[in-house]
């Protein structure tokens, strides 16, 4: 028989190497790369990547917090500003040139910008957990933006929590707001009686997190990380994901710009948490409002744009079949189509 203290000391070790090979199983369970996922970086490397920002920069501040943007304007014509604000840990370069592209070839200027936090734009430095900022401190940098640039009233397309910040500027500068679009977001995010991030997304993106560690300072690392955690907003239709442009964006960032903030990911969480529902304000909004969602989107369900769209008055909805928490090329010309239709309206309602 072992002594006392050895068989302590197997047990330790026994429980240690279940934890151990557990941690092992979990970590490789997380959705697979491409078998040539290093081969595409170390090309993209050595080709260079498109120059991912060919408009007109700039900066402003909203109080000390300084935002970083981007005006693309149409060389021959102009009509509206349309803003566009990106998502949850979003950088401007995640609006891509072929979704706006079009915008500008109708006339408009777009403005694309870095949330803060993000990319550009000031990263907090004296974020205070106790104490964080909102998505109506966030809806402020927008204003910052208009006023800078002597804009009166702009066209507003927010995605995921862009659509959160769009919805309160509809609902609390609403005489700065021309129409709003909202695409794949919702009212109220933490909403009780709707699925919340489901389970197996949460998993799956803690083992990717572990995989490609989130702290890493490794540039394959950090490119591997960003492609994984895009390829889970993936939906289930017919069409695929466009990697090497991920990569390219990635490595762009990386190398010409600031590069991923992690702690953006509890600051901007915490943003939405403590902004909490607009169910009730709703409502109030009075601007031509169109509600884009996926059908299968794994990260804000359709369920959401279901009950919100019929809060706001009159809100036109376009709800794409097997579209996820993204914005695919396939897609793009029925949601640009839907979105002219409701800057138009926008145009008739003023005049």
């Known amino acids: 028989m072992l002594p006392f203290s050895m068989t302590i000391l197997y047990i330790l070790i026994t429980v240690l190497v279940i934890v151990l090979i557990g941690a092992y199983l979990f970590i490789n369970s997380a959705p697979p790369l491409p078998s040539n996922v290093e081969e595409m970086i170390h090309q993209i490397k050595s080709e260079g990547v498109p120059e991912f920002i060919t408009g007109r920069t700039g900066t402003t501040k909203n109080g000390k917090v300084e935002i970083f943007y981007e005006v693309i304007d149409n060389q021959t014509t102009t009509k509206e500003t349309i803003v566009l604000i990106c998502g949850h840990t979003q950088i401007l370069l995640d609006w891509p040139a072929y979704f706006y592209q079009p915008l500008v070839d109708e006339g408009y200027r777009v403005i694309r910008f870095d949330n803060r936090g993000v990319g550009n734009s000031d990263w907090m430095p004296n974020f205070d957990k106790k104490n964080p900022f909102t998505l109506e401190d966030m809806a402020k940098d927008v204003i910052a933006i208009l006023d800078k640039e002597n804009i009166e009233k702009a066209h507003i397309i927010g995605m995921s929590m862009g659509g959160m910040i769009g919805q309160r500027l509809a609902i609390s500068h609403a005489t700065r707001v021309l129409s709003l679009t909202s695409i794949m977001s919702t009212g109220f995010f933490y909403d009780p009686a709707l699925t919340n991030v489901p389970k197996h997304f949460y998993k799956n993106l803690i083992a990717v997190s572990l995989k ?51 702690k953006a990911t509890d600051q901007h969480s915490l943003a939405i948490t403590k902004s909490g529902s607009r169910y009730e304000e709703l409502g109030q909004i009075d601007v031509p409002t169109l509600v884009i969602h996926g059908t299968t989107d794994p990260l804000i369900k359709f369920e959401h744009a279901e009950k919100y769209a019929k809060m706001i008055p009159n809100a036109r909805t376009l709800f794409i079949e097997g579209m996820g928490h993204d914005l695919p090329d396939i897609h793009t010309p029925s949601m640009i189509k839907a979105i002219i239709e409701n800057l138009a309206k926008a145009k008739l309602v003023s005049s």
């Open 212 to 262: 490609y560690p989130i702290g890493s300072k490794k540039e394959m690392t950090k490119l591997k990380l960003n492609l994984a955690i895009r390829q889970l907003q993936d939906g289930k239709g017919a069409y695929e994901l466009d990697r090497k442009l991920v990569l390219q964006r990635g490595y762009y960032e990386l190398n010409k710009r600031r590069g991923y903030n992690i």
